[in-house]
């Protein structure tokens, strides 16, 4: 599955830019430490836009070719910002065939965004999941941190609107 880019134009502090070059100080001497900067980073921003990006490979003296590939490669990173209420749907086998894809397509539709991504307003962002170990509760989705589950697509609008 191929990670999208962020269409949401980047905003970082200058706050955070000074605690991500006290990262690469720390450790641009040692290119092993690529992977741990890049966590760091991503929990300075909430995520790994391409500018932050280019500034780890500047820092650490690696090719943002080498930067952009751990970054696409590992789930744990992530190129576009969360919302403030992150939804994720399960697409695990029990959960889809018991319609969490459709459950999916009407959060796209209702967010007007497509998979990770995040609407303008940085409300909500949307991302799909393998399993979450609910199978029981088929189909779910988590909002944040709270579970959701025997939803149907007629759900959808309410647990929106819980958070709005």
Do not use: W
């Amino acid at each position: 599955m191929l990670k999208k880019l962020s269409s949401i134009p980047f905003s970082g502090t200058a706050e955070q830019a000074e605690k991500l070059d006290a990262v690469i100080a720390r450790c641009k001497n040692d290119k092993s430490m690529l992977m741990a900067v890049m966590q760091e980073a991503q929990e300075i921003y909430g995520y790994l836009p391409i500018e932050v990006q280019k500034v780890i490979a500047d820092g650490m003296d690696v090719p943002l070719e080498k930067v952009y590939g751990v970054a696409t490669f590992y789930a744990q990173f992530s190129l576009t910002p969360k919302g403030e209420n992150h939804i994720s749907v399960c697409l695990g086998t029990a959960c889809y065939v018991k319609g969490s894809g459709d459950i999916y397509n009407k959060l796209m539709e209702l967010l007007g965004i497509g998979g990770d991504e995040c609407t303008p307003d940085r409300k909500f962002s949307l991302t799909a999941c393998r399993c979450i170990g609910a199978c029981g509760l088929a189909p779910v989705l988590t909002v944040n941190e709270e579970v959701y589950g025997r939803l149907g697509v007629e759900d959808v609008e309410g647990i929106l609107e819980k958070y709005r």
